[in-house]
């Protein structure tokens, strides 16, 4: 499992906690692996979400680190959504 995954989970559950986030993501990190989202925390996995994010392990680390917004990652093409796009605009907010 990648340390990259492990840390980003963890760095999750800080920004997720008391933020209300009800739904079910999946944050895809190409040739890495998956992030779960949901109302109980953040986790390495890969299951069936709402809504799944997609980039490469650089532009999720810039988000998480908070050097890039997630809404602009989207409209440069650095981040890909599939899903419920209200649903990744509330996550977008629990992350900036």
């Known amino acids: 499992m990648s340390e990259f995954l492990e ?3 963890t760095e999750l559950n800080g920004k997720l906690a008391g ?3 009800d739904g079910t993501a999946k944050f895809v990190v190409n040739d890495t692996g998956a992030i779960m989202l949901d109302s ?3 986790r390495v996995g890969d299951e069936e979400a709402d809504v799944t994010l997609s980039a490469d392990a650089d532009t999720f680390r810039a988000i998480f680190e ?5 809404t602009s990652a989207f409209m ?5 959504v599939d899903g419920d796009m209200g649903l990744a605009m509330k996550l977008a907010s629990v992350l900036a």
């Open 66 to 70: 908070g050097d890039m917004n997630p």
């Open 7 to 9: 840390q980003a989970a």
């Open 76 to 80: 440069t093409g650095k981040l890909s």
């Open 40 to 42: 109980s925390g953040a």
């Open 19 to 21: 933020s209300g986030f």
